[in-house]
Every structure is written in structure tokens, then in C-alpha cells.
């Protein structure tokens, strides 16, 4: 087989070979081959115990004397393996803590694995978080340059896809503006508009994407599936499930650094929306965080602590917080999702009048009164972000699980959980016969 392939590409013009049509070609060289092969990844971290602070340089020096603080040790990866086949689209996901992350920092090579291999048989464009492989003193223009050399590209590559890249990223008035001067939006967009158009064989995509609106969202992932489309392979982590069914067939969901399911987007997206249903939920009316700023949560209903509430019904939550650092006018957000990772709703303090503390404390509670929550039965995640007006101090992502129990209106049948995300137990209707 290999043998006739290669005698038919050799009738192949090279004008046609180097028009776009690598990804192609690499995809029918590699068929046999996987372009990945992830065997037995794992990675340990060393976490340290309590020191105490540093003093002066005389103790550090003779610091070898004293018995070394005690490590403990946190494997983020163990005995990880799949393969990958040129032209997959595959999502990778979990829940915050699964190692997501790590692996591919470690496809991307930019931490090693403490054991396993990785074979690579493509070049490998990595949009982790924003900014990377950019110099902020430098240009847009410069950047591109830089960035796309160091995926692998020749300068005439980068030439050819330049004014798609600006296109695309909408940064043609600040191309010669350098990039510290610009918003994490824009340094996204062309971050992603870098990777996507200069052709690598690999497109490798976190949760960067959430940075972004909802438009530059849609039009991500109608590039992706445009790469996916040219026969090059994308390894997608999101937290938001419709997103990654419209985009992947396949689905690699880890738990606890393990593989606990390969197959299937749909099967793997169940295994993770079952793992999520198992988050905290609350206990007689409470929720105790450890070793965060966050340390203990409350929930009423009708004035009495609850475990739920009820479809429509009102809610008060409150936050507990104790922060080593000083808040200067304390915000607290919100953010539900349903069990897809669709957001459904994300408010903040600042957002309602006479809600802002206008001094500087280190600790407190933020209460927050729904006098209708109005959501459908069933588990809802909930994420908490806590900071001052100009930026975030903690962020819990799935800090709990939100439990909405049935309501007991009584009608004939509850509206469809499969369309509705919103319930209003009131809605006043009228049927007037012979119009």
C-alpha cells in the first residue's frame, strides 16, 4: 500500500504538493501510524509542607543542617495512554483537577512527564493561556513572526497567512501597537488566529476560548472545524459540553489523573456529567471549603437552613470569607451552569445598587437573596469568584453542586426539562374559543 501511494504522489506536481496540501499528504504517509502515541504518561508534582519564612541569608546557608520540611507527593497524571490518528478531533475532559492541563503542557513540551512516553509525528500549535509564546515589547506584526517561528513555520509561511491572521484576529489598527497595550480579548484572538492559520499538524486548545465573547466563540469554532475539516488533527479541552460535542466525535475523559473512559463523545460526556452530580452538595444547610480564602457556605430556605429548594422558590446563600490580604470594596461572583457547562447565569455585586462596602476588610460574609429562583429541577454547578472591583482573589470553579427540587404547583404536567432551563411557576394564560 505505501508503496503505490508513494508512486502516485510522485506524479503530483510539487506546485500542488506545497499548495496547502501537507496536513493531506501527512494524513496519507501516517494512516497506518497514529500521529500521537501517549503511553503511560504520569506526573508528580512535590508538594511541600509548612516552612517557616525565610529570615536572613546566614540561616539559608546552614539551612541544610535543620531536618528538611516534610513532602508530600501529588501525582496530577498516572499511567495515562491513548493514540491519536491523524485528522481526529478528540475532547479531552474532566473536571477542574483531572489533569487536564497537564497533559498537554506536556504534549506541548513544556513540562516533561515523570514517566511514559510521547510519540509525535506533526508540529504541535499550543493555545494555553493567553499570551503565551508572545513578547509583550513587541508588535503585533513581531509577534506573529515570533510566535509562528517558534511552531516550526518559515518566514515565507507566516508571509503568506499573514493578512489572514490580522483579518481574522481584528487587530489590523494595532499591528505596529506593541502588545502590552493590549486587552487579554485581543491578545487572544490573534494568540488563536496565530496557531489556526499557519497549519500545524496538531491544533492544541484549552479552556483559553472562555476568555473570549460569545461571537468570537462561534466563530473559533467554525475555524476549528474548518481545520478538522483540512485533515489536521485538535485535541479541545472545555468545560462546556455543547461546544465540544459539536466539534468532537471522541472523547477522553480523565478522573483523578487516570483515563477512566476513551470512546464516544457522548459516552464520555455521561461519564463526566455523572462524576459532576457526585461535587459537594450540602449538608443540613451548610458547605465547609478547607484551605480557601471561601470557608464555609450557607443555604435557606424560607429562613431555615436546606440541602435544596424547590423550583421557584426563594434562596439565600451566604458566603463566609477570611483573606490574608486586604479587600478594598470586597466582590463577590456567581456564576451557574448546568451540568453541560452552559452558563445560565453570572451576576456579581456591582451589578445591583447600594451592594458595595466601601472600605477595606479581610474578612466577612456576602449574602445573597433570590426571592425566586427560577430554575428547572434538577443539579446546577456553581462557580465563585471572590476579589476587589478591579480583580479576582479566588476562584472556585464547581465549588458545589446546587440541588432545584420539583415544585409543588399543582398543573396537569411540568414543562419539558429537555427544553427548558427557566421555570416560572406563574404564567397567566387565557383561551378564548370561536376567533
Same mark, same amino acid.
Given at each position: ?195 489556526? @492559520? ?87 444547610? =451548610? ?33 463566609? @470569607? ?39 476588610? =479581610? ?8 426571592? =425566586? ?63
Amino acid at each position: 500500500m505505501f508503496t503505490t501511494t508513494f508512486i502516485l504522489l510522485k506524479k503530483i506536481p510539487k506546485s500542488r504538493i506545497l499548495n496547502n496540501n501537507y496536513p493531506r499528504l501527512l494524513c496519507i504517509f501516517t494512516a497506518l501510524k497514529p500521529i500521537l502515541e501517549i503511553k503511560g504518561v504520569s506526573k508528580k508534582y512535590s508538594i511541600r509542607g509548612q516552612q517557616k519564612p525565610y529570615l536572613s541569608l546566614r540561616e539559608d546557608l546552614f539551612s541544610f543542617l535543620k531536618p528538611s520540611s516534610r513532602k508530600e507527593e501529588f501525582w496530577a497524571l498516572q499511567d495515562v495512554s491513548f493514540n491519536v490518528m491523524p485528522g481526529d478531533t478528540i475532547g479531552i475532559i474532566g473536571k477542574n483537577g483531572a489533569g487536564k492541563s497537564t497533559l498537554l503542557k506536556i504534549l506541548s513540551k513544556i513540562t516533561p512527564p515523570t514517566s511514559g512516553s510521547i510519540t509525535c509525528r506533526g508540529r504541535i500549535a499550543s493555545l494555553l493561556e493567553v499570551g503565551t509564546g508572545f513578547h509583550p515589547e513587541l508588535s503585533g506584526r513581531e509577534n506573529i513572526f515570533l510566535n509562528g517561528s517558534i511552531l516550526g513555520m518559515k518566514r515565507v509561511e507566516i508571509q503568506k497567512q499573514f493578512d489572514a491572521i490580522v483579518d481574522f484576529a481584528g487587530v489590523e489598527k494595532f499591528i505596529e501597537t506593541p502588545l502590552k497595550h493590549y486587552s487579554s480579548g485581543m491578545q487572544l484572538r490573534l494568540a488563536f488566529a496565530v496557531a489556526a @492559520f499557519l497549519e500545524p499538524e496538531i491544533l492544541v486548545i484549552d479552556e483559553v476560548l472562555a476568555v473570549g465573547d460569545a461571537e468570537f466563540q462561534k466563530k473559533c469554532l467554525s475555524k476549528m472545524e474548518d481545520v478538522s475539516r483540512s485533515g489536521r488533527t485538535i485535541l479541545f479541552v472545555s468545560h462546556n459540553m455543547a461546544a465540544v460535542k459539536e466539534l468532537c466525535k471522541r472523547g477522553v475523559f480523565l478522573s483523578k489523573g487516570k483515563t477512566a473512559a476513551d470512546g464516544s463523545i457522548d459516552e464520555a460526556i455521561k461519564r463526566y456529567t455523572e462524576e459532576l452530580a457526585e461535587l459537594s452538595h450540602f449538608q443540613n444547610g =451548610q458547605l465547609f471549603i478547607k484551605e480557601k480564602s471561601i470557608h464555609k457556605l450557607e443555604l435557606f430556605h424560607k429562613e431555615k437552613p436546606a440541602d435544596f429548594i424547590p423550583s421557584g422558590g426563594d434562596l439565600k446563600l451566604k458566603v463566609h @470569607f477570611k483573606t490574608n490580604r486586604q479587600l478594598n470594596y470586597p466582590v463577590l461572583g456567581l456564576v451557574i451552569r448546568d451540568l453541560t457547562g452552559t452558563p445560565l447565569m453570572a451576576i456579581n455585586n456591582k451589578h445591583y445598587s447600594g451592594n458595595l462596602i466601601n472600605n477595606t476588610i =479581610q474578612s466577612g460574609a456576602f449574602e445573597i437573596n433570590f426571592p =425566586q429562583l427560577h430554575l428547572m429541577y434538577g443539579d446546577y454547578l456553581v462557580d465563585l469568584y471572590l476579589g476587589n472591583e478591579h480583580s479576582d482573589f479566588e476562584v472556585l470553579k464547581e465549588c458545589f453542586v446546587l440541588r432545584i427540587d420539583k415544585t409543588d404547583h399543582k398543573a396537569p404536567e411540568s414543562p419539558s426539562l429537555e427544553l427548558n432551563k427557566i421555570f416560572y411557576k406563574q404564567v397567566n394564560w387565557k383561551m378564548i374559543p370561536g376567533e
